[in-house]
């Protein structure tokens, strides 16, 4: 059973940063495309980084580029997002994504192809 466990999130000023960390098990993800996705109140749930598990190729969102680094450790097996420079449009819960048919896909933020999600940690960005 596959999986996903999400940490790190909490309550933060405008100008800090967090580093959410995503624990995945339950099977191989070699051929997997992982992902963060964010769904703040009242909004669609959002793309925000993924990352290739074998070649580590990072896609990022427009409003991620810059602040945002995406990274896996195979090993460990953890996907990890390192947020900085955050705002308070930042704050939503975060979530950790795995489409285990990431290998054939050219498009990586439909959160359609994703099969495996984890339970959401919150983010919070004061002003």
């Known amino acids: 059973q596959v999986q996903l466990v999400e940490s790190g999130g909490g309550l933060v000023q405008a100008g800090g940063s967090l580093r959410l960390s995503c624990a995945a098990s339950?099977?191989?993800?070699?051929?997997?495309?992982m992902a963060w996705f964010r769904q703040a109140p009242g909004k669609e749930r959002e793309f925000v980084a993924a990352?290739?598990?074998?070649?580590?190729?990072?896609y990022y969102a427009d409003s991620a580029k810059g602040r945002f680094t995406i990274s896996r450790d195979s090993v460990q097996r953890m996907v990890y997002l390192q947020m900085n420079s955050l705002k308070p449009e930042d704050t939503a819960v975060y979530y950790c994504?795995?489409?285990?048919?990431?290998?054939?896909?050219?498009?990586?933020?439909?959160?359609?192809?994703?099969?495996?999600w984890g339970q959401g940690t919150e983010v919070t960005v004061s002003s």
């Open positions: 339950g099977r191989t993800f070699s051929g997997s495309t």
């Open positions: 994504a795995a489409d285990p048919l990431g290998y054939i896909r050219t498009y990586y933020s439909n959160p359609q192809n994703y099969d495996y």
């Open positions: 990352v290739r598990w074998s070649s580590g190729a990072t």
